[in-house]
């Protein structure tokens, strides 16, 4: 059972527009939710990541929206480069987990092209 | 400030053997989390050492285990090694405290099983 969904494997967009990656989730004790961006050949790098009593986030060009009553959150890139080409994973974690990051749960990732 | 430090970063072992990798956080960084990371799951979480302790544990079989040192350092073991162990296996750090700073991944160890 895929608690975190990622349902678009692949997203191809131009230089300068905007990237809207999509997530979402069925467990309803999941209370933080976090973005990572991962290279070849290198581990995820954290981006941006948002509490459940907010519904958005923005950091530079990277803005996390969360929808809680429909269970979804996505990553909005304005504008998007070149070098934003990565594997984007959606995560989350769960009240429970006593504030810490550990045990989080992954979607399987969506892979952004940024065309020049 | 150096980052997260897998090691080594490729191995090859067979069918039935055992395996031990190695996990440096970064300095100041008390929790150490494992995740396995393969094509058709995505990346899933083993277990998360805190001061030596294993706070919490992911559905994998009693095949995988871990430990971590008293300077944080924490190995991962998985014996009687299967095809299907085959993955990139990614180690994070963290403070681990309840402020909920957000998980450093090292490149991994990839690990392939002939």
């Known amino acids: 059972d895929q608690q975190v969904k990622q349902n678009s494997p692949s997203l191809s967009v131009q230089e300068g527009r905007i990237s809207i990656l999509n997530c979402d989730y069925t467990?309803?004790?999941?209370?933080?939710f976090l973005w990572y961006k991962k290279y070849p050949a290198e581990g995820p790098t954290f981006l941006i990541s948002?509490?459940?009593?907010?519904d958005k986030n923005e950091d530079g060009r990277f803005t996390v929206f969360l929808n809680k009553s429909a269970k979804h959150l996505s990553l909005h890139i304005v504008p998007s480069q070149p070098g934003d080409s990565a594997v984007y994973f959606c995560?989350?974690?769960?009240?429970?987990?006593?504030?810490?990051?550990?045990?989080?749960?992954f979607g399987k990732g969506t892979l952004l092209t940024v065309n020049p | 400030k150096a980052g997260v430090t897998q090691t080594p970063r490729y191995l090859i072992k067979t069918r039935g053997q055992q395996v031990t990798l190695s996990c440096s956080p970064i300095?100041?960084?008390?929790?150490v989390s494992w995740y396995q990371q393969t094509p058709g799951q995505g990346l899933q979480f083993l277990f998360e050492y805190f001061s030596e302790t294993q706070r919490n544990k992911g559905n994998f079989p009693g095949r995988f285990s871990g430990r971590q040192f008293s300077n944080s350092r924490s190995e991962m073991n998985v014996s009687t090694l299967e095809l299907g162990d085959s993955a990139l296996y990614l180690c994070?750090?963290?403070?681990?405290?309840?402020?909920?700073?957000?998980?450093?991944f090292g490149n991994g160890t990839r690990l392939t099983v002939t």
């Open positions: 995560a989350a974690r769960p009240f429970d987990s006593g504030g810490s990051n550990y045990k989080l749960t």
């Open positions: 300095s100041g960084h008390r929790s």
């Open positions: 948002i509490s459940s009593i907010k």
């Open positions: 994070a750090s963290s403070f681990g405290s309840k402020l909920g700073s957000p998980l450093h």
């Open positions: 467990n309803s004790m999941f209370d933080y």
